[in-house]
């Protein structure tokens, strides 16, 4: 089955399971108990564990619930626009099973923030901590971009319980261009001071690109420091294609998209460090990429990040996987 195809047959599937009797009863009781309930507070947020999900898994936000009752402490939904977009055309999600990785340029697809919002109003388990990841629609001029971001922040800020700001997809022309200091200081202070305005401030993540220097990542940290934001996460997709073992032909095939999963592990680990080395005042740093064993994920808690996000792993794996990760904590 196509890759895309299967990911909705698969959530779909889980959904008409958990309606059954007793199922989602069960799957209650068993996330209050050990390992799952690891309660961490990071953010001024009180999380049910430190292993979340990462953004691009639940896209319009339909299966944030049923991801919780997994076993995850946090689902980050999104990257929402503010107007719906098909992304890129089919096929654009492809399985490198040598690697135990994937490509994908899905570019942004999602049925806009206001049905996202609409889902999120039905409501969430108590325990489960939210966040939104906001993008900026293809049509919008760069120049443009803050309003987009300023868009979904409004209209999510009742229901969610943080956000991440994405300008790090390889898949939407000239996103990558934002992370550059000008335009991400104008983003950062301009969500900054919206936030501010409110009775109760939500936490603010920056999501970055693994590709980034260690010079444009030490800006990052300068900018992420002088707007006062929460904190990075560390990291999106790839476009580096070095060391894989699937063959050249394939990946030339497979054309262009953001490489995600276990070969991102040393560099996750390098840009982890980098920001610990550089920042000179606390911020909060979730750890995402490459994070495809327990040992891993309890690697990125124990080297300067709070939590950690899974997404190729927890595809290729299931949910044994997040309790592996709960229990090698």
């Known amino acids: 089955m196509p890759a895309e195809r299967a990911h909705y047959f698969t959530m779909n ?30 953010a001024g947020l009180n999380f049910h564990n430190p292993i979340g999900l990462a953004a691009g898994f639940d896209k319009n936000a339909r299966y944030f619930n049923i991801l919780h009752l997994l076993g995850f402490g ?55 901590i939210i966040g939104g990841n906001i993008g900026k629609n293809k049509v919008t001029p760069n120049e443009e971009a803050v309003n987009d971001y300023l868009i979904c922040f409004e209209k999510l800020y009742d229901y969610v319980d943080y956000f991440v700001v994405n300008v790090s997809s390889p ?25 501010k305005s409110y009775q109760a401030e939500k936490p603010i993540f ?4 693994p590709d980034l220097t260690n010079e444009q990542i030490a800006e990052v940290v300068e900018i992420v420091e002088q707007s006062g934001i929460a904190g990075i996460i560390a990291h999106n997709t790839t476009i580096d294609r070095t060391g894989l073992k699937t063959p050249a032909r394939s990946l030339e095939a497979i054309g262009n998209g953001g490489l995600s999963g276990a ?50 792993g927890f595809i290729y794996e299931g949910p044994a996987l997040i309790k592996a990760c709960l229990r090698r904590l």
């Open 74 to 128: 946090f689902v980050e939904i999104g990257t929402v626009t503010p107007k719906p977009q098909d992304g890129n055309p089919k096929p654009r999600l492809f399985r490198l099973k040598k690697d135990h990785a994937l490509i994908n340029r899905m570019g942004f697809n999602n049925e806009g923030v206001d049905a996202a919002v609409e889902r999120l109003k039905k409501g969430r388990l108590p325990s489960l």
């Open 171 to 195: 898949n939407t022309p000239g996103l990558r261009a934002l992370q550059e200091k000008e335009a991400l200081s104008e983003i950062l202070s301009k969500l900054a001071a919206k936030n």
């Open 206 to 209: 920056l999501k970055i690109a």
């Open 13 to 42: 599937l889980l959904s008409f399971v958990v309606k059954l009797p007793g199922v989602a009863t069960y799957l209650k009781y068993r996330l209050n108990k050990a390992p799952y309930h690891k309660p961490v507070k990071v």
């Open 263 to 312: 070969p991102l592990k040393e560099r996750s680990r390098e840009v982890l460090q980098t920001i610990k080395q550089l920042k000179t005042q606390e911020f909060s740093v979730i750890s995402s990429g490459g994070i495809y064993t327990a040992e891993e994920a309890k690697y990125r808690l124990d080297h300067g990040a709070q939590l950690a996000q899974l997404w190729t």
